[in-house]
């Protein structure tokens, strides 16, 4: 015969925390970590001693105005590179072996050299066709340091964001395409409401990463006398010598890129709630 | 045509062998960033991959901010930074002494943190990929911790970590071209100087463009070697 208790187990207490011991890693990441708070305090303290300076007081509107420049050269060649991006990737995956071998050169030349050597290229080689760009009238356009460089990025860009499409429709399954075919649609129409919505998720991350790569890269620019965000720090340098026109520079762009980071981590969240279970 | 070829000729009327040389200043600063940058970046990762959450968010620190900052403000921030560093500290010695930062070793160190913070990231995703029981099959055979990284798991992160560090090696060669910006006679520096004299920019921009492609395909072809040179003892499929 068996014995069974009535009683309870009276409430126990939680086990005791485990006791963390002082190790020499713990010790080297509290260290380390000190040195950071350390100097991001120096660092703020740094700012905010030179907001009364002279330096800020003239210099504060132009770097915004240099921002502006940064966002809207990033802006234009991005969007001007996803509708070239379109048909170089069509070309890349055409059955034509002549014109896929051109979008492949195309994209192998852009992504295989230095952005800044393809903007000297455009906009100080173009100087060698200058009879020919005016007889069809375009050196106005090739003449101006930021028509140059919009054209350079968007060359640039197309030929990355041509790849991440080509990488995203190829990541769609195949029954999609088939699926579709047997309720009758063509392939265009295929393409764009069934195929495309479904590789754009994918393509979202990568999209992500160049719209940041784009955004450092857009520095060189002030190599080409463009006043963005790094001319005016140039230029703000040169005329002051005071290293505190890098320092500001250093934290707008890290503010700007991780403002853009956290931004699109919320629209890529907001944008594939429909994939998440819970 | 055959003033192009005069042009790009070696000797005293051509430019070939100043464009050589910048061809040699930047593979050999790309090589010489490249080692630095690895065992930083291996460093980095390792702290990442750690259990301690402060060693952790330190390392996080780091890549955030050299990922974040634009590689040719990065560049900046150590040539014009690094010499006032030098110069106070020498200061502190010898009264009016001036320190000049060689832009060589400026670019270096410049392009190290940057290869490091992205290298960190490739190392941590091959840590990921190593399940624990290799660890832990390591220490059951009485070997140390740090026998068991060297030589357990280095082997596989290496083998894991590859493709992603050869894409990075492409960008450092690449990143390499902002060096001229500093005054560095590198490939794009010594086209630059060739195409102002010559009134040629066309073909000189267009040659580093050419010669930068062609340093990129030797690396590919080299590093798809190192590759199946690293997959040799897996069955072939």
Known sequence: MSWVSNETLAPQPAPPARQRRWTGTRIAGHLLMALWIVAGANLLYYLASNVLSDFFRDYWQKYLDGIVITLQLVGLSMVAGAALSLPVALARASRNPFISGIAYAYVYFFRGTPLLAQTFLIYYGAGTFRPFFSDIGLWWFFRDAWYCAVFAFTLNTAAYQAEILRGAVQNVDKGQWEAAAALGLRKGITFWKVVLPQAMIVALRPYGNELVLMIKGSAIVSLVTIFDLMGETRRAYSRTFDFQAYIWAAVLYLIVVEALRRLWDEIELRLTRHLRRN | ?237
Do not use: H
Not at chain 2, 129 to 148: F, K, M, P, W
């Open chain 2, 1 to 237: 045509m055959n003033e192009a070829l005069t042009l790009i000729a070696f000797g005293p009327d051509g430019w070939g062998d100043e464009i050589a040389r910048g061809v040699l200043v930047t593979v050999s600063l790309a090589l010489a960033s490249l080692p630095f940058g690895l065992v930083l970046g291996f460093l980095i990762a390792l702290a990442k991959n750690s259990g301690e959450p402060s060693l952790r968010s330190a390392a996080n620190v780091y890549t955030t901010i050299f990922r974040g900052l634009p590689e040719l403000l990065t560049l900046f921030l150590v040539y014009y930074g690094g010499q006032m560093l030098l110069n106070e500290i020498a200061r502190v010695f010898v009264t009016g002494a001036t320190v000049d930062v060689n832009s060589f070793i400026a670019g270096m160190v410049a392009l190290s943190l940057v290869f490091s913070s992205y290298a960190s990231e490739a190392f941590l995703s091959a840590f990921r990929g190593i399940r624990q029981g290799q660890y832990e099959g390591g220490y059951a055979l009485g070997l140390s911790r740090s026998l068991t990284m060297r030589l357990v798991i280095l082997p596989q992160l290496i083998r894991l970590a590859l493709p992603a560090l050869g894409n990075l090696w492409l960008i450092l060669l690449k990143e390499t071209a902002l060096v001229s910006a500093i005054g560095l006679d590198d490939l794009l520096r010594w086209a630059g100087i060739a195409a102002r004299v010559t009134k040629e920019p066309f073909l000189f921009f267009g040659g580093a463009c050419l010669i930068y492609l062609a340093l990129s395909m030797i690396s590919s072809a080299g590093l798809s070697r190192i590759e199946t040179w690293t997959r040799r003892g897996e069955a072939p499929r």
